[in-house]
């Protein structure tokens, strides 16, 4: 994964390759916006902005309780966030100057995302063996690079909301439809199917519902066909489907994780535990003690809960949740108005209803190509 840790294996600190990249990317903008002498602050920057600030705010309140090693620790995906979110002014500034360049590079890399998505299925289909260096057990679903079905399938979702748009935009264009966009699509909604993840298979749904009924109504049809194809041939999809209509043992979890997390939120309603200091919440709570009251690894997403939004109100209180609800206030109201509402519209819906059930929004690869959108469609005036 890249990853340079800063304590244990499974606390959560740590720098990723990833993001020495985004450094160096953001110094370089900085470098090239200087050399211009030309900055225009958009609304959703101010927003951006003082969803930063809040987060920072309870941070430092966690200083209250927290030791300066756990501080140092949670402090890092503070400044990570800010990284990866600032990806937003980078993305809209360079596609100002070279729209092909950054598109080729997305479309590239989604592409190569699903492919290896792919490989995984093919030669690593049982991850049970890697459950003690914290993985979850999955078993013949697409995990990719993340390792995660369920993060995997909310960003080729986001991913396939850009190929649909592109489709349009060059259907549009040339009235000709392109063979590799069009083969593009078919392959990524293949793979994630093959995630088989309720909360991607429901972002998928809200996100080409919305994007269909703003683009081409026809595209449902083809929704529909492909949903009933897959429920009556592939037995896994349809177990899935199913399962999501009663409380099974995945439901289960989901819903005693949601219950800690209210139990955090009304300790901590104001400002939290401090941004990213939920792993020592729980650990203060025993949350990751068995029957025994033995303490266990927490695994890599005891750091999270299984909402977004509950995990906002939980570390940076309810003046971070209405930070978070306002930006996103400000996008889709933004997003009405751009050219490509489409795909602003469709994508941040259905990252929200992702979200509900994982913590999407802070997963950075995510944020990286949600960024991606809103800076290269939300204030395009060209394609």
């Known amino acids: 994964m890249g990853r340079l840790p800063a304590g244990n294996s499974l606390s959560g600190g740590g720098v990723y390759l990833s993001d020495v990249f985004v450094v160096l990317l953001l110094v370089s903008w900085f470098l090239w916006r200087v050399s211009i002498k030309s900055f225009k602050i958009e609304l959703v920057d101010i927003f951006i902005a003082l969803f930063i600030g809040v987060l920072g705010i309870s941070l430092i309140n966690s200083l209250s309780w927290l030791v300066s090693s756990r501080f140092i620790v949670a402090s890092f995906y503070w400044v990570r966030l800010i990284l990866y979110l600032s990806l937003f002014r980078v993305i809209k500034d360079v596609s100002e100057h070279n729209t092909k360049a950054i598109d080729k590079i997305i479309y590239i890399g989604g592409v190569l995302f699903a492919l290896f998505g792919l490989f995984q299925l093919a030669l690593f289909p049982d991850f ?20 995660d079905p369920n993060y995997a399938g909310g960003f080729l979702v986001l991913f396939l909301l850009i190929l649909l748009s592109k489709f349009y935009s060059k259907l549009n264009g040339k009235g000709v439809i392109s063979f590799r966009l069009t083969l593009a699509i078919l392959f990524v909604t293949s793979i994630i199917l093959l995630t088989f993840s309720r909360s991607t298979y429901l972002a998928l749904v809200v996100g080409v519902g919305i994007f269909s009924l703003l683009r081409d109504k026809k595209i449902l049809i083809g929704m529909i066909l492909a949903a009933v194809l897959a429920f009556a041939f592939v037995p896994r999809v349809r177990t899935r489907v199913i399962g999501a209509f009663k409380i099974d043992a995945t439901a289960k979890l989901r819903i005693e994780d949601y219950k800690k997390t209210l139990v955090i939120i009304k300790d901590n309603p104001a400002l939290g535990v401090g941004f990213n200091a939920m792993r020592y919440a729980k650990e203060d709570r025993g949350y990751f003690r068995d029957e025994r009251g033995v303490n266990q690894p927490s695994g890599h997403a005891g750091a999270g809960a299984d909402n977004s939004l509950l995990f906002t109100w939980a570390t940076s209180g309810i003046l971070g949740l209405l930070s978070i609800l306002s930006l996103f206030f400000v996008i889709i109201v933004e997003g009405i108005r751009s050219r490509y509402s489409a795909l602003i519209l469709s994508s941040t819906f259905a990252l929200l209803i992702h979200s509900m059930f994982v913590n999407s929004l802070y997963y950075t690869w995510i944020i990286a190509l949600y960024m991606f959108i809103l800076g290269r469609y939300l204030y395009a005036s060209k394609s």
């Open 128 to 147: 049970s063996k890697y459950v003690s260096h914290g993985w979850d057990p999955h078993y013949y679903r697409v995990l990719s690079t993340f390792f």
